[in-house]
Structure formats: structure tokens, C-alpha cells
């Protein structure tokens, strides 16, 4: 069966609860004050701008399909890139942003005040395999991800599929198409803060998924959307 060519996974755009969250974690509050469910935050108006510039980018070329988490700030960050492009916008539930449970809208020092036992336990751990109640690891996240991946293979053979999910998603999918270790993701996620609507991507030669670009955002730059990153609020330990 021929191979899956290209793979990209583009962040969403800045959402107005990555600027709640952003404010909460600067001021050294414990709760982020966020009224809707995580599934139902908008972007912001920058959100939107970035959004505009993947759209941009991505008409030199245009993807065979989207696969899209049905989480609201992603799916609108793909009708602003590709909804008049006619590429076909498939929403799949295996895209949404890790769950968090019990640790949902607590900022670190949240975590630290309100749940100092869970705290010790993420703490030993670690990021891949720490499952708060109620939540997910990344491990949990990769389950899925390995299955939605094997369906992208089978249904576009030779085909260029662009993703468009949240920040673990980025991670998990460079581990899985790189064939990389527990100590080689954490490494790449100390160091690295995925941007919202970043272009990270994955060519085909011979039998391995190679890397293409990660994390890029000159896109955004060219169009003069200015790039922004956040820190995962929570402060995991990685």
C-alpha cells in the first residue's frame, strides 16, 4: 500500500483562555477563571489573525484533507485557514487537547496549594505517564493518536493530511513519526514551547516519516501576525 507523503499538526491559534491562563499563571493565582468548558473556548482576535496566516501559507500548496479536534478554538482556526479552499474539514474526536481532570483550571501553584498529593505524585511520575483523576497521560493521548494515524494511512494513501490540534498533540505525533523514547520526547518538551498556529511536518522517503519543520511560525511573521507561545499552565515536570 503506498505511504502517507506528508504530515503536518498545526497548533491553534492563541484562544482567549491561553489569555486568561497566561494572566493567572503571571499573577500567582491558583484558579484560572475561564466560564466556558475547555471544549468551547474561542479564539481571540490575534487567534483569528494567525489563523488567517496558516491560510495563507498553506494556498502555496493546499493539503488533501484536514483532520480537525472538534474542540471550538481548533475548528475555527481551520475554517479561517482552509474553509474556502475547498479542502475537505473532517472533525475527529481523537484530536481533542489532553484531559486534565482534577487538575482542570488550577494553575501550578494551584496544583501545589489545592493538591499538594497530587503534586508529589506527577512530580514522580513524570509528564509521559502521570494520569491525574478524572484525566490523561500523554501515554493515554498516544493510544489514540496511534489509532487515528494507522485510519489517515489506510484512507490517504499518497496523500498530504494536515492536522489541526493543541500542543501535546504536536509532541505525540513527532514521537510517533520519529520513533522516539520516553527520554527523547522530554527532552524535546523541556526545551521547546509549541506556538499557536505553528507548522511542524513530516515527509515521506522510503519507509520513515522525516522531519520537515518544527514548531515553525515565519509564516506568521510574513503575514504580521505575531507568533505566541504559553507554558503549559499546570508547570509540569518533564
Same mark, same amino acid.
Given at each position: 500500500? +503506498? /505511504?502517507?507523503?506528508?504530515?503536518?499538526?498545526?497548533? @491553534?491559534?492563541?484562544?482567549?483562555?491561553?489569555? =486568561?491562563?497566561?494572566?493567572?499563571?503571571?499573577?500567582?493565582?491558583?484558579?484560572? /477563571?475561564?466560564?466556558?468548558?475547555?471544549?468551547?473556548?474561542?479564539?481571540?482576535?490575534?487567534?483569528?489573525?494567525?489563523?488567517?496566516?496558516?491560510?495563507? *501559507?498553506?494556498?502555496e500548496r493546499p493539503p488533501d484533507v484536514a483532520i480537525v479536534s472538534p !474542540?471550538?478554538?481548533?475548528?475555527?482556526?481551520?475554517?479561517?485557514?482552509?474553509?474556502?479552499?475547498?479542502?475537505?474539514?473532517?472533525?475527529? +474526536?481523537?484530536?481533542?487537547d489532553r484531559e486534565l481532570g482534577i487538575l482542570d483550571l488550577l494553575t501550578?501553584?494551584?496544583?501545589?496549594?489545592?493538591?499538594?498529593?497530587?503534586?508529589?505524585?506527577?512530580?514522580?511520575?513524570?509528564?509521559? !505517564? !502521570? $494520569?491525574? &483523576?478524572?484525566? /490523561?497521560?500523554?501515554?493515554?493521548?498516544?493510544?489514540?493518536?496511534?489509532?487515528?494515524?494507522?485510519?489517515?494511512?489506510?484512507? *490517504? &494513501?499518497?496523500?498530504?493530511?494536515?492536522?489541526?490540534?493543541?500542543?501535546?498533540?504536536?509532541?505525540?505525533?513527532? !514521537?510517533?513519526? +520519529?520513533?522516539?523514547?520516553?527520554?527523547?520526547?522530554?527532552?524535546?518538551? @523541556? $526545551?521547546? =514551547?509549541?506556538?499557536?498556529?505553528?507548522?511542524?511536518?513530516?515527509? $515521506? +522517503?522510503?519507509?520513515?516519516l522525516v522531519p520537515e519543520a518544527f514548531n515553525a511560525v515565519e509564516h506568521? *511573521?510574513?503575514?504580521?501576525?505575531?507568533?505566541?507561545?504559553?507554558?503549559?499552565?499546570?508547570?509540569?515536570?518533564?
Amino acid at each position: 500500500m +503506498e /505511504e502517507l507523503q506528508w504530515l503536518a499538526v498545526i497548533r @491553534h491559534g492563541q484562544s482567549t483562555g491561553n489569555v =486568561t491562563a497566561q494572566a493567572a499563571e503571571a499573577g500567582g493565582a491558583e484558579v484560572i /477563571e475561564i466560564p466556558e468548558r475547555d471544549a468551547d473556548v474561542p479564539l481571540s482576535d490575534l487567534g483569528r489573525e494567525q489563523a488567517r496566516a496558516v491560510g495563507e *501559507h498553506l494556498a502555496e500548496r493546499p493539503p488533501d484533507v484536514a483532520i480537525v479536534s472538534p !474542540y471550538l478554538r481548533t475548528r475555527q482556526t481551520a475554517e479561517l485557514a482552509l474553509g474556502d479552499k475547498g479542502v475537505p474539514l473532517v472533525v475527529d +474526536e481523537r484530536l481533542r487537547d489532553r484531559e486534565l481532570g482534577i487538575l482542570d483550571l488550577l494553575t501550578g501553584r494551584g496544583v501545589q496549594a489545592r493538591l499538594p498529593d497530587e503534586a508529589r505524585r506527577r512530580s514522580r511520575l513524570g509528564k509521559f !505517564y !502521570y $494520569r491525574p &483523576p478524572g484525566g /490523561e497521560s500523554w501515554a493515554d493521548v498516544l493510544l489514540r493518536l496511534r489509532a487515528l494515524l494507522r485510519e489517515v494511512r489506510e484512507d *490517504h &494513501p499518497g496523500g498530504r493530511v494536515v492536522f489541526f490540534a493543541h500542543e501535546a498533540t504536536v509532541m505525540l505525533v513527532r !514521537y510517533l513519526a +520519529e520513533r522516539l523514547d520516553e527520554q527523547a520526547l522530554m527532552a524535546i518538551a @523541556h $526545551r521547546t =514551547t509549541i506556538a499557536n498556529c505553528s507548522i511542524s511536518s513530516w515527509r $515521506r +522517503e522510503g519507509d520513515l516519516l522525516v522531519p520537515e519543520a518544527f514548531n515553525a511560525v515565519e509564516h506568521l *511573521h510574513r503575514e504580521g501576525a505575531p507568533p505566541t507561545k504559553q507554558e503549559d499552565v499546570n508547570a509540569e515536570p518533564v
